[in-house]
């Protein structure tokens, strides 16, 4: 309700969105669930969509297979090694430590698990946020300020668009994961020095996801690497949806690819996908790290990560690297590896338009026409699945589409059962955009994307 005399809060285009768009088909988000983000979760049923009037609770609950959350190294739900070690931490310090790191917030599981990330990293040291989210948007901006410059992905995270705004430095943006326009960037902007006085920036810094969330597919990280190394720029590297998913021994998009962790200069991540918990960190140079560690806001004020989401990280890095004494962690990584291989061929196979590359465990399918999302939606949670569908402002309007997400606690029976769906929605829905390609194993780091409109300059998301 606008008050006469200010201006309106929203735009007009936002207003015909929530009203014509949003309100038609807002059942299909924010649904709730009632159990933990297991290979199967309980999802609460609501009541069906009444124009603007509030979604309520039947008291009913939908057991569908997850292919939403996360969760993929299923560390999120009940676990043999960790769960015991997390009580044991509630138990010993409590729920919360209600302080910042630098008050009475720091405990021994901090630094040890500080200590852990850095070692699994191959880094000389690394500080932790109690959140994803705020690892960007609260790090970043003490990484380049007034008289530098930030070259920026097209397609990076928000968490990522507001810590580079919130820093003070000029941005430019290149179009998304391609190693030519970056150069071409840092080319021109390095002739060209600072506007209008036209000196030498302070400093570059080159800003990249490991894999991109929705997109699916993973950073051309040699090519950039290569880049940053001729131009002497920096690289800030998010591994977010990466870390734990990627390489033979989880360590993210530089063990897939070969690259060298020396040649990253501040690696970022979170342990809200892989590692079952929340938070995030920063891992590089002891320098780097200590600067942070004194000027961080998020670190001097906020409250640090709760005990026991320390401990459920510690005990998930455990496993990932064997310390727990099995082979469990191993034994993931090459699960979920086979599942998401195994889906993105099943769903290529049927002629979706599938988006991503092999090995990345984030699948997204696409529908194209915002109309189909409420369709694949309420489809997919009638026959048991409880799947995630993008569109604005997520997406650009016509670049609509349903996202996959595959877990290592997901089974080969359970995968085909979801296929199996897919191609009732598939014929019902009429999405079958793709050519059904010509499959010969999986090559790592290609591409699986097919026929999708060039998606390098036109997304929503850019800083």
Not at 314 to 331: F, K, P, Q
Not at 356 to 367: F, I, L, T, Y
Not at 379 to 408: D, E, H, N, Q, W
Request: proline share 4%; glycine share 8%.
């Amino acid at each position: 309700m606008q008050v006469v005399g200010y201006a309106p809060i929203r735009q007009d285009y936002e207003d015909f969105y929530t009203r014509r768009m949003y309100y038609r088909i807002h059942d299909c988000f924010n649904r709730p669930i009632c159990s933990a983000p297991d290979a199967w979760i309980d999802v609460m049923e609501r009541t069906p969509v009444d124009g603007q009037k509030p979604l309520l609770l039947t008291g009913r609950r939908l057991r569908c297979l997850n292919l939403g959350s996360y969760n993929y190294l299923g560390f999120a739900a009940q676990d043999p090694y960790c769960t015991p070690r997390v009580k044991q931490a509630l138990q010993e310090s409590g729920v919360a430590s209600c302080s910042s790191r630098t008050d009475a917030g720091t405990t021994a599981r901090h630094v040890e698990l500080e200590r852990l990330v850095a070692d699994f990293l191959g880094k000389e040291a690394a500080i932790t946020c109690g959140m994803g989210f705020a690892t960007n948007s609260a790090f970043l901006p003490l990484l380049a300020g007034k008289g530098c410059l930030i070259i920026s992905d097209s397609l990076n995270h928000s968490s990522i668009v507001a810590g580079v705004r919130g820093s003070g430095a000029k941005v430019k943006v290149f179009q998304h994961n391609n190693p030519a326009h970056l150069e071409a960037v840092l080319r021109s902007s390095i002739a060209e020095g600072q506007p209008r006085i036209a000196r030498p920036w302070k400093k570059v810094v080159v800003v990249v996801e490991g894999v991109y969330s929705m997109e699916g597919e993973m950073v051309r990280l040699r090519e950039i690497v290569e880049v940053k190394k001729k131009y002497k720029a920096y690289l800030y590297l998010d591994e977010a949806h990466s870390i734990g998913a990627l390489g033979a021994s989880g360590r993210g998009v530089c063990e897939q690819l070969g690259v060298d962790t020396a040649d990253v200069d501040v690696m970022m991540g979170t342990f809200t996908k892989s590692f079952g918990s929340c938070g995030g960190y920063i891992a590089g140079s002891r320098a780097l790290v200590d600067y942070i560690r004194a000027n961080s806001p998020a670190n001097l004020y906020a409250a640090a990560m709760s005990p026991t989401a320390v401990e459920m990280v510690i005990s998930a890095l455990h496993v990932m690297t064997g310390r727990d004494g099995s082979s469990r962690g191993v034994e993931k990584f090459a699960q979920l590896r086979d599942n998401s291989n195994f889906f993105r061929r099943g769903l290529l196979e049927m002629g979706f338009n599938v988006l991503g590359d092999w090995d990345s465990p984030v699948m997204p399918v696409m529908a194209f026409c915002v109309a189909k999302l409420p369709a694949i939606s309420r489809t997919m949670i009638k026959y048991g699945i409880a799947m995630v569908v993008v569109g604005f402002p997520a997406t650009p309007l016509l670049t609509a589409r349903a996202r996959v997400c595959i877990s290592a606690a997901h089974s080969r029976q359970e995968l085909e059962f979801a296929l199996d769906m897919f191609r009732e929605v598939r014929d019902t829905c009429l999405l079958a955009y793709g050519r059904k390609p010509h499959i010969n194993g999986h090559v790592n780091g290609k591409s699986t994307r097919n026929g999708y409109v060039n998606g390098n300059s036109t997304h929503i998301k850019k800083v």
